[in-house]
T-cell receptor, first 113, second 111 residues
Framework: DTGVSQDPRHKITKRGQNVTFRCDPISEHNRLYWYRQTLGQGPEFLTYFQNEAQLEKSRLLSDRFSAERPKGSFSTLEIQRTEQGDSAMYLC???????????FGDGTRLSIL | LAKTTQPISMDSYEGQEVNITCSHN???????ITWYQQFPSQGPRFIIQ???TKVTNEVASLFIPADRKSSTLSLPRVSLSDTAVYYCLVGDSPGNTPLVFGKGTRLSVIA
């Protein structure tokens, strides 16, 4: 089963460091989404792509966050100068435009020391 | 996007049917109702989606009354492995727009 794959599963870093996460969507899906989830809350939307175009960004996506999907396949989410408040689970989802449900990966859990 | 309200938590014994109700008083004509399940340290998993009346699949049933201001997710004969958080979402063009999650309902199944 080639579902949505995220790497790494866990990341521990010191405050102020940069981190990058990778998401590999289901291969035939042209849409890719990033969400963030903190303890006890539901996932919150960050940004999404259709093919290589970034179509929407949430206000949650501060200037320290950047996402790319250069070839319309995998995507990366980078956080620069990490802060304590960035500690969360970062989830990636994908689907095919046209009403298909979004399929989620199991996330990258980021812990800031 | 329509706001949803669902119980924070529910408990059930194994083998029982569990019904989780979600209120969405401001649902729009084009809105669909979608339910996701999430286990600890995993991403949400799509369970079921519907627009009106009743939808059933191999996992659950979704009941939507005529006014569509609420919906009920029904899980038949739950087992310990059904312990999870269940999210009710409302939005148009299902899957085409970013999902808006609430806090969900934490279901605990007890042996």
């Amino acid at each position: 089963d080639t579902g949505v794959s995220q790497d790494p599963r866990h990341k521990i870093t010191k405050r102020g460091q940069n981190v990058t996460f990778r998401c590999d969507p289901i291969s035939e899906h042209n849409r890719l989404y990033w969400y963030r989830q903190t303890l006890g809350q539901g996932p919150e939307f960050l940004t999404y792509f259709q093919n290589e175009a970034q179509l929407e960004k949430s206000r949650l996506l501060s200037d320290r966050f950047s996402a790319e999907r250069p070839k319309g396949s995998f995507s990366t989410l980078e956080i620069q100068r990490t802060e304590q408040g960035d500690s969360a689970m970062y989830l990636c989802a994908s689907n095919q435009q046209g009403g298909q449900p979004q399929h989620f990966g199991d996330g990258t859990r980021l812990s800031i020391l | 996007l329509a706001k949803t309200t669902q119980p924070i938590s529910m408990d059930s014994y194994e083998g029982q049917e569990v019904n989780i109700t979600c209120s969405h008083n401001n649902i729009a004509t084009n809105d669909y109702i979608t339910w996701y399940q999430q286990f600890p340290s995993q991403g949400p998993r799509f369970i079921i989606q519907g627009y009106k009346t009743k939808v059933t699949n191999e996992v659950a049933s979704l009941f939507i009354p005529a006014d569509r201001k609420s919906s009920t997710l029904s899980l038949p004969r739950v087992s310990l492995s059904d312990t999870a958080v269940y999210y009710c979402l409302v939005g148009d063009s299902p899957g085409n727009t970013p999902l808006v999650f609430g806090k969900g309902t934490r279901l605990s199944v007890i042996a």
